[in-house]
């Protein structure tokens, strides 16, 4: 595949295809958990296009301290606390996560997740799916499928306004013996 | 210049002393330990990161509260404990502190959390040891107790979020107090502008006020409008001689009674590192007082301490893969 061809979409536009899909599914048992940093943002994007019939209990998780692979990379210098105001035990709880990769920061959001309680079920809702897990983790609702090769690294970022951008980061190091990045993104 | 307590690539590798540590990473030990506060509060107080470390606490000297502290952080990493109280073990018998260390080497301890009645202890068992095994000095004679000092600022910080806008006061025997160095070390660092420290000539070291501080040997002039009294224990058992006339004595002069409060700020917190005399360096109504964190200290205690083994763990791992990517 020639990898200047790939076209990102708008992740605006994916954003609320996300929201469509999980409309019929919310009810006052529903709960959104959002992992730190880009599932935190595109929750509380989704809280309001949710929350129209009645209020949606959220929270928050930084899964730094499950990670699977502290031993390989230890703590990361920045990490935010985790916040699970809400009582997990029974509730169905919708994680949110901005890319899906590997399934390993989803299994490590759910070991973290069970540390509060007893969740009735967990599903899982990303803004793209990158193809790639090494998990039997899947997402269940998927704003889009944008299949990816390991050298590539898809980053969702947000700007002060707090619109989202996508951008695609070709990691070119093997081919040419040194690191050269090049970008192609979509706002 | 080398430093003992840094990898080579900057990394905390054994905490020490609060001294020579770079802002950069106690602002890392502090930002931590706030996600170590909400972990128990949970259900499931325990997070996976040490499975299958395991750390050893050997205490040379006695403290419970310093002890139990770390071996609830520990447990809460998920590592498992072996607490040493080495004064009724091996050492009565003769063994040196490097062939305590070695054996427990041996049985493949990764953390060492060392107190001993020695200044160095701790920096010399850090000197022995592999690259991927941790030492924690959990106090040294007199001259550091570096977790201490950062729980003291931790809580600083979440009562007094604007450190650089604080004034602080340390009370009593700053000269036995290897708690104030640590504290001032770490204030200074983290920004506070104004340390003050409050006491007699004899409990003072001499050339105090070359560490930052402004010096005060009367509690009303000290305390005027500060917005933490950090007191320290009259340390009775390391004094020789009489440096001071009595307790009582003391009491009346230093001691913290909620009159001498009162010239501080209304909101000014009170600290204590314990254990508390109480009636010598602070009266009981301040000590149970509602301007009193001297109990949330030891709650946030456990976080600062969870902070540092989990981030001297995951160093070991980064100095093992090189660069760590």
Redesign the interface.
């Known amino acids: 595949m020639n990898l200047t061809t790939i076209s990102l979409p708008d992740p605006e536009q994916l954003l609320t295809q996300l929201a469509e899909q999980l409309v019929p599914v919310i009810t006052t048992n529903t709960a959104l958990v959002g992992i730190h940093s880009g599932g935190v943002w595109i929750m509380e994007r989704l809280l309001p296009l949710l929350s129209k019939q009645h209020t949606i209990e959220y929270g928050l998780l930084d899964i730094a301290f499950y990670r699977d692979d502290f031993a390989h990379r230890g703590l990361r210098a920045e990490n935010k606390p985790s916040q699970i105001t809400f009582d997990v035990e029974d509730k169905d709880i919708i994680l949110i996560d901005d890319i899906f990769y590997t399934g390993r920061t989803t299994r490590a959001a759910m070991n973290e997740l069970f540390d509060y309680g007893r969740p009735s079920s967990i599903s899982l809702a990303v803004l793209i799916n990158r193809g790639g897990r090494e998990l039997p983790i899947a997402p269940q609702f998927i704003g889009a499928e944008i299949p990816l090769q390991a050298h590539q690294n898809l980053q969702l970022s947000r700007d002060e306004q707090g619109s989202f951008s996508l951008a695609l980061e070709e990691n070119l190091e093997e081919k040419n013996g040194k690191k050269l990045n090049v970008q192609s993104s979509a706002h | 210049m080398y430093n003992p307590q840094l990898t080579s690539d900057g990394?905390l590798r054994h905490l020490l002393s609060v001294e020579g540590l770079p802002k950069?990473i106690l602002s890392?030990i502090l930002?931590?330990a706030?996600?170590f506060?909400?972990?128990a509060e949970?259900?499931?107080k325990?997070?996976?990161?040490l499975r299958g470390k395991t750390v050893c606490n050997i205490f040379f000297e006695n403290s419970t509260r310093t002890r139990t502290t770390f071996e609830i952080a520990a447990k809460r990493l998920s590592a498992d404990v072996l607490n040493l109280n080495v004064n009724t073990s091996s050492q009565a018998k003769g063994e040196t502190i490097l062939d305590t260390v070695d054996n427990l080497i041996a049985m493949h301890a990764d953390i060492f959390v060392v107190r001993h009645k020695q200044s160095g202890a701790a920096h010399l068992i850090a000197q022995h040891v592999a690259p991927h095994i941790h030492v924690i000095n959990a106090g040294d004679g007199r001259h550091a107790h570096p977790t201490q000092g950062l729980l003291d600022v931790f809580t600083i910080r979440r009562y007094k979020p604007e450190m650089h806008n604080l004034r602080v006061a340390i009370v009593g025997d700053v000269l036995h107090s290897r708690v104030a160095r640590s504290e001032i070390h770490a204030l200074t660092t983290l920004g506070v502008p104004e340390v003050r420290v409050i006491a007699p000539k004899t409990l003072l070291p001499e050339h105090v006020e070359k560490l930052g501080v402004q010096v005060f040997h009367n509690m009303k002039a000290g305390l005027k409008d500060v917005d933490v009294v950090m007191m320290l224990r009259l340390q009775n058992e390391r004094m020789n001689g009489a440096m001071l006339p009595s307790a009582q004595e003391y009491f009346k002069t230093y001691g913290l009674t909620q009159e001498k409060l009162d010239y501080a700020k209304p909101d000014a917190i009170v600290m204590h590192p314990g254990p508390m005399n109480r009636g010598v360096e602070i009266d009981s109504a301040v000590a149970d007082g509602n301007q009193s964190v001297i109990l949330p200290q030891v709650t946030y205690g456990i976080a600062v301490r969870m902070a540092v083994m989990?981030?001297l763990?995951?160093?070991?791992?980064?100095s093992i893969?090189g660069n760590?990517s």
Do not use: F, H, Y
């Open positions: 990394q950069k890392q930002d931590t706030e996600s506060v909400g972990v949970r259900e499931v325990k997070v996976p990161l989990a981030i763990a995951g160093n070991s791992a980064s893969a760590g």
